[in-house]
Nanobody
Framework: QVQLVESGGGLVQAGASLRLSCVASGRTFSSYTMGWFRQAPGKEREFVAAISWSGGHTVYSSSVKGRFTISRDNAKNTVYLQMNSLKPEDTAVYYC?????????????????WGQGTQVTVSS
């Protein structure tokens, strides 16, 4: 069992930056593929980014590629999402997710564990 707790959300103006953190419980964090998803009001949950267990491989959605960076620190059981050049359309609840498999995937149902989410609001 893995428990995930996100933090770092907030209200910022367009063009600003935020860094989200997700701390995982358990001693097997380094074996999990980690992902970030987001869900805006009235919309489906969408993939943002994912990172392999080693951190050596990453994948991004086209809407955030070049602006967001996912990283992880296995010694701290933490995955990060650095978000730069934020836009109002990035406004959403951001969720951290863990997958007990090495494959990098972008589909939410493929992830086994989820955090409670952290709100990110970007004003214009």
């Amino acid at each position: 069992q893995v428990q995930l707790v996100e933090s770092g959300g907030g209200l910022v103006q367009a063009g600003a930056s935020l860094r989200l953190s997700c701390v995982a419980s358990g001693r097997t964090f380094s074996s999990y593929t980690m992902g970030w998803f987001r869900q805006a009001p009235g919309k489906e949950r969408e993939f943002v980014a994912a990172i392999s267990w080693s951190g050596g491989h990453t994948v991004y959605s086209s809407s955030v590629k070049g602006r967001f960076t996912i990283s992880r620190d296995n010694a701290k059981n933490t995955v990060y999402l650095q978000m730069n050049s934020l836009k109002p359309e990035d406004t959403a609840v951001y969720y951290c997710a863990a997958r007990g498999s090495i494959a990098l995937v972008t589909s939410a149902p493929e992830y086994d564990y989820w955090g409670q989410g952290t709100q990110v609001t970007v004003s214009s």
